[in-house]
């Protein structure tokens, strides 16, 4: 990399006009912005910002031309009046000959009457101006109501600019690398708040126009582009009270929703301290804005100074908010905040390593939480939501490595997806397990002061990780990090670890060989890269057997390894139990691998599983039994016949960590049997399954809350309700009507919050249409942004046909008043129902031209829709539905990676293979089940 971007740098400054890479050339770097901005609201007709930039430059290499970046949307004013280089701190004018803009990578290059000379500093000035948009992306604007105010339609500005929209809004060098210092100045009406990264110096009236202000704001610290952050709003502001610490905490927020910021601005500046004290280094910013946007397509922005939300992220009102809502708040704030130190403090040199900030805050994030909020079980909670779903997700052939090169800036969106977020937190996680909990600390803080304020790879972290283990003694004196992890982030999939025991000689042999979840099916086989002919992965293994079980011992006992050719090389175990013990690898499933161990040890954990003893297994490891199994028997490396005996253990079981696991993957095979005749003998096993733990945590009852973990409690209702257990459906109508004869259903909701969900939904699915005009009321009335959402996907419950279209045509009509953030959490809602998969899928092959338009060709949404029809598709029938469309729109879609297109047909296949070869199979068992 490194030398190819020296030739394009020589080549720039040669051969100007045929720049053609999509890295800036290094020859020239910013080192300080002086942005001023002037945004009119006023006019909602004519939304739009003017600017001008000072951006002084340091010459690293002579050239006589400058390129930088400005978006499509972005003008900039010609001619030399308005277009100005000068030799730093003289008056020097040099004239810049001529413009050109570069579309394919957003380039502006300048082209000058001489040569910049190496070693000097020049200050290019420029004005623009552009419209402010409404794609939530880059400077745009967002509307909203507020009762509050009662002045109808109003309107605000905020910036997104993560990963390349900065060059939106102003001209800039907008790579991550190019950290500068900013002097950020805002022009606006006084009625408005200006807010920016840093604090307001000072606010000076506008001269040339009457009531209007400039707020002029402290200097930034030096920091990338996509961190830059400003906003003009009549937001209220929440202060954060007894906040000890050195930074001011504000929360902003429309007027009436004010109260709802009390429980973030609490909360905020704790997490905050949190981190300070497990990380060592303190938030370096005098002050923390967090600003609850009304439109907003992420879950919140992690702005250098002002964190940006989604309302759903940041309201919580005590009598209307779930605790999963709270639990949501909390997460989503806490990973905004590891943010400030891993990606805002030290950034990732270029995007191919995005999962070192993402990772990072997702994981960070749960240590925080569980060291604060211990009864929520975040670390447990981790392992589901990322561990879990990590060896889903990247068990198909179609996945790719988490350490992704990238060029265009569509390509950089792509990689905001499960595999930098949940697969970036299971590999930290798992460093942390294998160099232990003192080296992982120490290492990450030498890490963060060494780079602070400068940008890294992934091997700076390598090398300051393997630096503390080796200290602490952690691994192994011939084991670097970097040799372990880039088996884990160069190469995609994860691994599948086979343990076979030899009873007599009390050893095992450990072989691995990748995961995939269609085996047989070779026509994803053709376009194998090289590396993955041979996959391997350095392993940490962790193990105990049955008498000596110690449920903390995590760290690695033995390293599965790889030789200097990449070939896997088997482990012996030895000194094992006799062949009356079970053995579990996988310690609270430390590291992301599958295992599958021989049928005899199978049986012997299942027996203990079975007894009275079967909470000595750690609950992490039950769940990830009860996952390997259910995932292995789907792929058919083992029987349902013992799959479903292990599985069935869980009646007893009244840990959540196992049922979430098991109902997970039930899932997969509940969308497909569903259409098949053999879905009554499903429910009635379910039925029996569900009955119990149903009853022990108080079913549908209000007061079962404050007993039992509620996540817990909504998971198995939600099951029951949906497979119709009498006593949850019953129940859940008789919330619902004492909700819908309430004079004032909007002030009153007699639905206790915890099982709203699930009331809505089951009250949707089995209610008509005045059932639905109802829920949708209350949604309109509703100011609480997770009440709505709750509300807009029940509404994707109901299984009248027509309703169903109803809603996808209000959703998508080109003046919606359902906000564009909320269109997919509906099209989702719709689509996993049996009458809404045809419904959804049919609009979506129907509708195509008005979904580009409505997503601005946007092939990132629509693949993403895509992937929820092909998650939902069962049979022969739809997988060709669904493959002729997608070949008949290539040219469209094909402008995102066609890998996504390939994974969404990998799905939709998987499903059809199951549903031809293993259901008969599965069918079969649950009938003997269901005999006993
Ligand atoms: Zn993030």
């Known amino acids: 990399m490194r030398i190819l971007m020296l030739l394009s740098a020589v080549f720039a400054t040669f051969c100007n006009a045929s720049y053609d890479y999509y890295r800036l050339p290094r020859s020239i770097k910013p ?67 001529s413009m050109q803009r570069h579309s394919k990578y957003d380039f502006v290059i300048l082209h000058l009457d001489q040569y910049l000379q190496r070693g ?31 002045c109808g339609q109003q309107f605000m500005s905020v910036t997104q600019f993560e990963p390349a929209d900065a060059r939106t809004a102003f001209p800039c060098f907008d790579e991550p690398d190019f950290k500068a210092t900013f002097n950020i100045t805002l022009g606006h009406h006084s009625k408005y708040n200006a807010l920016s990264n840093m604090p307001v110096l000072e606010r000076i009236p506008i001269c040339e126009r009457q009531n209007w202000l400039w707020s002029i704001f402290k200097q930034t610290e030096l920091m990338s582009t996509y961190l830059v952050a ?48 497990m990380i060592g280094i303190e938030y370096t910013l005098p002050k923390m804005d967090q600003l609850a946007v009304p439109d907003f397509s992420a879950g ?72 604060m909020c211990c009864q929520w079980h975040a670390y447990k909670e981790d392992m589901l939501d990322n561990v879990l779903a990590v060896l889903n997700t990247d068990a198909y052939f179609n996945t790719r490595p988490i350490h992704q090169a990238v060029s265009r800036a569509s390509q950089i969106s792509e990689l905001f997806d499960a595999i930098t977020y949940r697969k970036g937190a299971v590999l930290i996680r798992m460093m942390h397990m294998f160099i232990g909990d003192v080296a992982f600390h120490s290492g990450l803080h030498c890490y963060l002061s060494k780079h602070a304020y400068d940008n890294t790879r992934q091997a700076d972290l390598w090398l300051a990780l393997t630096e503390a283990a080796h200290e602490y003694d952690s691994i192994p004196l011939d084991l670097q990090v970097q040799t372990v992890m880039d088996t884990w982030t160069l190469q995609k999939g994860i691994p599948l670890v086979q343990v076979k025991r030899h009873y007599l000689k009390k050893s095992a042999t450990i072989t691995q060989q990748r995961f995939l979840i269609i085996q047989e099916d070779d026509s994803y086989n053709q376009a194998e890269e090289h590396l993955d002919e041979n996959p391997c992965w350095f392993v940490p293994i962790s193990y105990a057997t049955q008498c000596t079980y110690n449920s903390i011992a995590t760290e690695p006992r033995a390293w599965l390894r790889c030789t200097a050719q990449h070939e896997p090389v088997p482990l012996l175990l030895q000194n094992l139990s006799g062949d009356d013990e079970w053995l579990i690898l996988n310690i609270q499933v430390a590291a992301p691998y599958r295992i ?86 499903f429910q009635h096993f379910m039925h029996h399954l569900l009955s119990p733990i149903y009853c022990y945590l108080d079913g549908m009852q209000k007061y079962g809350d404050n007993r039992h973990h509620v996540a817990h409690k909504t998971l198995i209702a939600k099951w029951a309700c949906h497979l119709s257990l009498r006593d949850c459906v019953e129940r859940a109508l008789k919330y619902y009507h004492r909700w819908f004869i309430c004079s004032q259903p909007d002030s009153m909701n007699p639905v206790p ?17 005045e059932d639905w005009n109802f829920l949708w009321h209350r949604y309109r009335n509703s100011s609480l942004a997770s009440e709505q959402r709750l509300i807009l996907f029940a509404l994707g419950c109901t299984e ?27 099209f989702g809602a719709i689509v996993r129902s049996e009458v809404g998969f045809g419904v959804a899928r049919d609009f979506y092959f129907q ?78 068992q649950l009938a003997m089940c269901n005999c006993d």
């Open 31 to 97: 080192q300080h912005y002086n942005l001023r901005i002037m945004t009119h609201l006023e006019n909602p007709k004519r939304l739009i910002f003017t600017g001008d930039v000072e951006i002084m430059l340091r010459i690293f290499q002579s050239t006589n031309n400058i390129t930088l970046h400005a978006g499509p949307g972005l003008n900039i004013a010609e001619g030399s009046t308005r277009l100005q280089l000068t030799k730093y701190h003289c008056h020097e004018l040099i004239e810049i000959k």
């Open 120 to 150: 000097q500093r020049y200050t290019l000035r420029l004005r623009f101006w552009s419209r402010l948009g409404h794609s939530m992306a880059g400077y745009y604007a967002s509307s909203y109501l507020d009762n509050a105010d009662d």
């Open 230 to 277: 400003y906003s003009i709003n009549n937001f209220h502001g929440y202060a954060s009270q007894n906040y000890k610490g050195h930074v001011r905490f504000t929360t902003w927020a429309r007027a009436s929703a004010i109260e709802q910021c009390r429980y973030a601005s609490e909360l905020g500046p704790r997490i905050m301290s949190q981190f300070e004290k």
């Open 300 to 371: 919140a922005m992690e702005n250098w100074g002002l964190i940006t939300y989604r309302e759903a992220s940041l309201f919580y009102a005590e009598d209307a908010s779930s605790h999963l809502d709270k639990q949501h708040i909390a997460t989503i704030i806490a990973h905004e905040l590891a943010h400030q130190w891993f990606g805002n403090l030290v950034t990732m040199e270029w995007w191919n390593d995005l999962w070192l900030n993402e990772g990072f805050a997702t994981y960070m994030a749960t240590l925080a939480m569980e060291k």
């Open 596 to 681: 599958n161990y021989d049928t005899d040890n199978w049986e012997l954990i299942s027996k203990t599983l079975h007894s009275s003893e079967y909470y000595r297994i750690h609950d992490m490891n039950r769940a990830q039994l009860l996952d390997d199994a259910l995932a292995l028997a789907w792929s058919g490396l083992m029987t349902y016949e013992l799959t479903l005996e292990l599985l069935t253990y869980v009646k007893q079981d009244s840990a959540y960590i196992p049922w979430r696991a098991a109902l997970d993957q039930l899932n997969s095979i509940y969308r497909i049997i569903r259409y098949t005749d053999d879905f009554e003998e």
């Open 753 to 769: 919050v915890n099982l709203r969900s699930v009331v809505y939904c089951t009250a949707m699915q089995h209610g008509d249409g």
């Open 800 to 826: 009248k046909v027509f309703l169903l279209q109803r809603y996808l045509r209000i959703v998508y009509h080109e003046q919606s008043f359902i906000r564009k953030q909320d269109a997919s959490l509906i």
């Open 847 to 924: 509708n195509f031209k008005l979904l580009q338009k409505y997503y601005n060709a946007n092939t990132h949404e629509l693949i993403a829709l895509l992937n929820l029809i092909a998650q939902h598709s069962s049979s022969l029938e739809d997988y060709k539905q669904l493959k002729t469309f997608i070949d008949g729109h290539q040219l469209v879609l094909k402008q995102s990676s066609s890998r996504s297109l390939l994974r969404a047909l990998e799905q939709a296949k998987a499903n059809v293979l199951w549903r031809q070869h293993k259901l008969p199979e599965f069918a079969r």
